[in-house]
């Protein structure tokens, strides 16, 4: 059996940890922290959410809760532990990020089969007889980076930012009202609803607020995550059609629809922190006070974290991975999560799992230049994730979410042509495709001697 190090315990690293020792592989896990931290990181546990306390929807029938039913499928630390700790957030899946780190710290550790050991790795250096991962995220540390460049050339980057936790006890409660939108599920959310006339002095405050300066910024924000004075800037209603959109919410004062609505999501189970939905921002700390003080319900609130913006670092992919995420210079050497060019949590923790799986066939002797041959396929949202990071054209190579735009159609299958059973008919796909590929998987564990019976996959 090979020796298997990981480094980074974030979401990608915790998640292929968990797999391989499911297994019954033996695992270093190797993180800069608690000693040391990235920029964002903050928190001495595993798997830290270092922004917003959502995964996203959960619903099977939308790109993010396909990609949780299949990672559900295949025993996912992240999803077990997230069901764990989940906090009410209508038809998302959000958590009490505390309690969920932790959860995974107390998961990983019953294994006992991961040794923790707290150390930056600089270089790209793998013993023949040791399989290394590297899942060092977003924030991968100056040194491992400058490595990285030498072996593949310069690494790409864009600009992710976070926004603003605020503490319920510092709201003004005649300023908000409880609801979900369109009434569905249980009301989770404060709205804080606006006036037109605060709407306007909001826009305009957020445009002309002092902003924290970045270097090539405005050309590469990753697109599905811009900073809520970007939005104000592109034009008067881009806000309320976006993150302060009002529909399906009605104000219970007036019995109407706001002009617009800021929502606050619960970021613990208590309650007692509040996350400024969609307000990620590069505003200076002073700013944020006073800009978010224009909202009524805000005008007192007392600042948990500030939002944030850093730089994501991601390799090019398709000049430096092979299928599976193993990396074309050395057959030892794979990646995972961000790092690779996808982009989100579940994202990056999907990435973990798969590759996870597959280290844990090499480890136990499987030939690592056959790895195209159990590779997820295409039809699953993770197959298909995996598949993204290595086919684009690396000239633009942008990191990616889950969509249903990279899934492939099985033409078989799917042949309704409404939207809503098309999607109904993607699941059952996914479901058939990643249920073939697990008797696969569970064969080559047989043949190579891994206790697949006893792991509880
Ligand atoms: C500011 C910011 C906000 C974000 N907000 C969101 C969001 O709201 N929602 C969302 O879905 N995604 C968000 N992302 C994107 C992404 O989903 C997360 O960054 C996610 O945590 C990536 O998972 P990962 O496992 O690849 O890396 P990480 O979770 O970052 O884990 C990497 C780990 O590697 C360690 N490490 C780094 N370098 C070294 C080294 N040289 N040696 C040893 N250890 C090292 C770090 O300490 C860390 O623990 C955000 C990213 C950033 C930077």
């Not at 086919?391 to 809503?420: C, H, V, W």
Request: aromatic share 8%; with cysteine.
């Amino acid at each position: 059996m090979k020796r298997v190090k990981i480094v980074g315990a974030g979401l990608a690293g915790s998640e292929a940890a968990w797999q391989l020792a499911r297994l019954g592989i033996p695992v270093e896990l190797i993180d800069i922290k608690p000693g040391k931290m990235t920029p964002a990181h903050k928190k001495p546990y595993p798997a830290e959410l270092v922004c917003s306390n959502s995964f996203k929807s959960d619903d099977p029938q939308t790109a993010s809760g396909l990609l949780k039913r299949e990672m559900r499928q295949l025993d996912s630390i992240i999803l077990a532990a997230a069901d764990q700790t989940r906090v009410p957030a209508g038809s998302a899946l959000a958590v009490d990020r505390d309690a969920f780190a932790r959860t995974v710290g107390v998961m990983l550790e019953a294994t006992k089969l991961i040794k923790y050991t707290e150390r930056e790795i600089c270089s790209l250096e793998v013993e023949p007889d040791t399989v290394l991962l590297l899942a060092t995220g977003p924030l991968t540390t100056e040194k491992l980076m400058s490595a990285m460049s030498k072996e593949w050339g310069e690494l790409l980057h864009f600009f992710d930012a976070a926004a603003p936790i605020v503490s319920f006890d510092s709201l003004d409660s005649s300023n908000y009202f409880t609801a979900s939108r369109y009434g569905k599920g249980s009301a989770d959310y404060l709205n804080c609803p606006l006036d037109q006339k605060t709407y306007l002095k909001f826009r305009k405050a957020l445009i002309e607020a002092d902003k924290v300066a970045i270097r090539e910024f405005d050309r590469k924000v990753f697109q599905h995550c811009q900073p809520i004075e970007i939005l104000a800037e592109k034009g008067e209603d881009t806000m309320r059609f976006g993150p302060l959109k009002p529909v399906g919410l009605t104000d219970p004062r007036t019995g109407k629809q706001p002009y617009a609505v800021l929502q606050l999501r619960r970021e613990q189970t208590t309650g007692e922190m509040y996350n400024l939905v969609g307000c990620q921002t590069r505003m200076t700390f002073t700013a944020q006070r006073e800009v978010f003080g224009i909202i009524p319900a805000l005008r007192q609130a007392e600042y948990l974290r500030y939002g944030v913006m850093h730089r994501n670092h991601y390799v090019k992919g398709p000049e430096v991975l092979d299928t599976g995420n193993q990396t074309k210079t050395r057959h030892n050497l794979f990646l995972a999560g961000q790092i690779t060019g996808v982009e989100g949590y579940m994202e990056s923790a999907a990435s973990g799992l798969i590759t996870g799986r597959l280290i844990a066939l090499i480890a136990a002797g499987y030939p690592a230049d056959r790895i195209g041959e159990i590779v997820l396929p295409s039809t699953t949202m993770m197959g298909a994730l995996s598949a993204y990071v290595l086919s684009t054209d690396s000239k633009d190579f942008q990191p990616m979410n889950a969509n249903f735009g990279i899934i492939q159609y099985d033409s078989e299958l799917i042949t309704a042509r409404r939207k809503q059973e098309r999607r109904a008919q993607l699941v059952s796909a996914s479901d058939l495709h990643l249920a073939s590929w697990r008797e696969r998987y569970q064969k080559l564990c047989n043949e190579y001697g891994i206790r697949y019976e006893n792991s509880g996959l």
